[in-house]
């Protein structure tokens, strides 16, 4: 907690923790002044210090909160702004500015509501300090002038007393202020420990393995079945082999599992039942770290981070060259593009490579895990929503890829795994057959039915483009 606190809050860490201490030290100077002087009065002096600490610590109760709750709404407005900023294309072509303009209105409303609490809170607990404080002046006015009536202080004495007693009362107004401040950091520590405190849905066991450099490529799974924290089973009974260097193919209608069981063997997910092992390890036996540095994996939605060509691919493999770079790119048909920019592998690509088109886009993913050079390779319909040329180049690209590597490919274009080893077809969450093309293509089955479909509907498009 004390590193996150010093990373969320500078003033925590620097001048103000230095502005604690000295007003610390001149609190316990000031106090040993006046006890030297006259003990009774230093105790009468100090008598509001205990409500101040009571008013702090109640302070501290309700205020903190309610700075974590002005955090909370300020996250859900970042995020809300973020998915417009991110969105904006789609929110203009749909013409719905005005609805998310009343949307993000909504949560400013919110922010400021939570915020006006909180400065509520602190508009209470000055005035409260400021009056305990008081407090001390009076009892000092009562308590002192009888004893200069008395005759048993000197009239000086008590002047000086009054003098100190504002040096005495200054630290604790400002070390008040200071603990406003602290609250406002914990608030914020809080929210940052909430999520480093998340347990990962996936964590390392403690007597975890580490894989050899480059695994074989054998991917074994049996009576594999998976469901999400809530609801039924998403797969069941999933049993199949795959053989070092093998191309396997899983294929079934939109929502089976498909991709659910491709983040299950890079343990992104963990079965629920049934185990899934490489080169004869139970994957939970495995570091993640090992595990996952042997698979590369090219998705439907690529991710490109802000930043250049360069850095993108580099992403896969941070120590290659630039001739290991290059020749990634070319085995992925996307050196050639890349060439055409004006500023080449340093051109900046944007967020989330606004900046390329979706088969550009995709190239680069490419090339990113040709540079990782993993054994095991994972596609997930990584020629979707492209035009054909495009898919033309993207799939000469894999195809070199491939080479040499376990491959598991997750597509709906049938078309373009009639090669694969094996074909892997599924339905409601079951292996409903596998085999070869031409042995699934022999049955009557859904793998059949799959391409009869696809048939048409290629056919009918053609047609469309024809006439």
Not at 440 to 456: E, K, S, T
Request: a negative charge.
């Amino acid at each position: 907690m004390p590193l996150v606190l010093r990373r969320r809050s500078q003033s925590c860490s620097g001048h103000l923790l230095l502005d604690i201490l000295v007003n610390v030290l001149m609190l316990i100077g000031v106090i040993a002044v006046l006890v030297s002087m006259s003990w009774q009065l230093a105790l009468l002096s100090m008598l509001p210090i205990p409500l101040i600490i009571l008013a702090m610590r109640g302070f501290a109760r309700y205020v903190r909160p309610a700075f974590r709750q002005r955090q909370v709404k300020l996250g859900e407005l970042n995020a809300a702004l973020n998915d417009n900023i991110s969105g904006i294309r789609e929110i203009q072509a749909f013409t719905r500015e005005d609805s998310e303009a009343d949307r993000i209105w909504s949560r400013i409303v919110r922010y400021r509501d939570s915020l006006l609490r909180a400065l509520r809170l602190m508009a209470v607990f000055h005035p409260s300090i400021e009056f305990t404080a008081s407090l001390g002046t009076i009892v000092l006015i009562y308590f002192g002038g009888r004893l200069v009536l008395n005759g048993a202080l000197p009239i000086a004495d008590l002047v000086a007393y009054f003098l100190y007693l504002e040096l005495l009362y200054q630290p604790v107004r400002a070390l008040g202020s200071a603990w406003e401040s602290v609250q406002q950091s914990l608030a914020g520590a809080d929210r940052i420990a909430e999520l480093l405190e998340q347990e990962p849905d996936v964590s390392e066991w403690p007597k975890a393995i580490e894989l050899p450099d480059r695994a074989r490529g054998a991917i074994t799974l049996r009576n594999v079945g998976f469901r999400y924290s809530v609801g039924e089973m998403v797969l069941q009974n999933i049993d199949f082999d795959v053989a070092p260097g093998s191309v396997v193919a899983l294929v079934g209608p939109s929502g089976v599992g498909k991709t659910t069981l491709s983040m299950l063997i890079s343990r992104f997910y963990d079965v629920s039942e049934g185990t899934i092992t490489l080169d004869g390890h139970d994957i939970r036996d495995l570091t993640l770290e090992s595990l996952r540095r042997q698979m590369g994996i090219v998705l439907q939605e690529v991710f490109l981070f802000h930043g250049t060509v360069r850095e993108n691919i580099l992403f896969g493999r941070l120590d290659a060259n630039d001739q290991e770079m290059i020749e990634a790119a070319r085995i992925a048909n996307a050196d050639d593009f890349i060439e055409l920019f004006p500023e080449g592998y340093e051109t900046m690509i944007g967020e989330r490579g606004v900046k390329l088109s979706g088969g550009q886009r995709q190239r680069l993913a490419i090339a990113r895990a040709v540079l990782k050079d993993a054994p095991i390779l994972i596609l997930d319909e990584a020629t979707s929503s492209v035009d054909t040329e495009t898919e033309l180049l993207i799939q000469q690209a894999l195809e070199r890829l491939m080479v040499g590597r376990t491959t598991i490919v997750i597509t709906h274009r049938l078309s373009t795994i009639r090669s694969a080893d094996k074909i892997v077809a599924l339905k409601d969450g079951r292996i409903v057959e596998q085999g070869t093309h031409d042995e699934l293509m022999a049955q009557d089955g859904i793998y059949r039915y799959l391409n009869r479909v696809q048939m048409n509907e290629d056919a009918r498009q053609t047609a469309l483009y024809e006439g």
